[in-house]
T-cell receptor, first 116, second 111 residues
Framework: AQKITQTQPGMFVQEKEAVTLDCTYD???????LFWYKQPSSGEMIFLIY??????QNATEGRYSLNFQKARKSANLVISASQLGDSAMYFC?????????????FGTGTRLQVTL | SAVISQKPSRDICQRGTSLTIQCQVD?????MFWYRQQPGQSLTLIAT?????????ESGFVIDKFPISRPNLTFSTLTVSNMSPEDSSIYLC????????FGSGTRLTVV
């Protein structure tokens, strides 16, 4: 069975600094996908970044990058140049196979607070 | 990526009543997913809805409590039946895709 672990319930970062949110996963599948979502207080889920298990390069999307270490089964999210609007809950999730018609399993989330 | 319109955005309901949540997608999709997020918790999948067939429910969720309709490839509803305060949660629909688009969520409070 899949499992996603986020060990940081809360994190603080100063504006303009970089922050790393941790995510480890456990799966017996060879093919899987890893996702990060942002959830503001409004409750919507905003897709940030995706990493496939066979992708050799770390994914990047603007200020977001995913530090993928397959041997360690970790998929940490790095946010560069933090902004006040980055304050939100962040969830790591995994899809069990490359096929798109598969459910996502979510971690418990990390609440990020960006300070002045 | 797909755009999902989810309604209502929030509601306060009396215990024992039912609420139907709707999700309309701007493109045809095969699979739709319904999640529940209890206060302060992560997202838990309720069921997967495939057009033209019965929804597939996850362990701990039953059709009598959470009936799902999927009449076509762009629309689905989730009903929360015979509600109790424990059903107070955010309910979200989602569609397949590389980024898995989510609806804006329905914040339900049962009093």
């Amino acid at each position: 069975a899949q499992k996603i672990t986020q060990t940081q319930p809360g994190m603080f970062v100063q504006e303009k600094e970089a922050v790393t949110l941790d995510c480890t996963y456990d799966t017996s599948d060879q093919s899987y996908g890893l996702f990060w979502y942002k959830q503001p207080s409004s409750g919507e889920m905003i897709f940030l970044i995706y990493q496939g298990s066979y992708d050799e390069q770390n994914a990047t999307e603007g200020r977001y990058s995913l530090n993928f270490q397959k041997a360690r089964k970790s998929a940490n999210l790095v946010i560069s140049a933090s902004q006040l609007g980055d304050s939100a809950m962040y969830f790591c999730a995994m899809r069990e196979a490359y096929a798109t018609a598969s459910k996502l399993t979510f971690g418990t989330g990390t609440r990020l607070q960006v300070t002045l | 990526s797909a755009v999902i319109s989810q309604k209502p955005s929030r509601d306060i309901c009396q215990r024992g009543t039912s609420l139907t949540i709707q999700c309309q997608v701007d493109s045809q999709v095969t699979m739709m997913f319904w999640y529940r997020q209890q206060p302060g918790q992560s997202l838990t999948l309720i069921a997967t809805a495939n057009q033209g067939s019965e929804a597939t429910y996850e362990s701990g969720f039953v059709i009598d409590k959470f009936p799902i309709s999927r009449p076509n490839l762009t629309f689905s509803t989730l009903t929360v039946s015979n509600m109790s305060p424990e059903d107070s949660s955010i309910y979200l629909c989602s569609v397949e895709g590389e980024g898995y688009t989510f609806g804006s969520g329905t914040r339900l409070t049962v009093v």
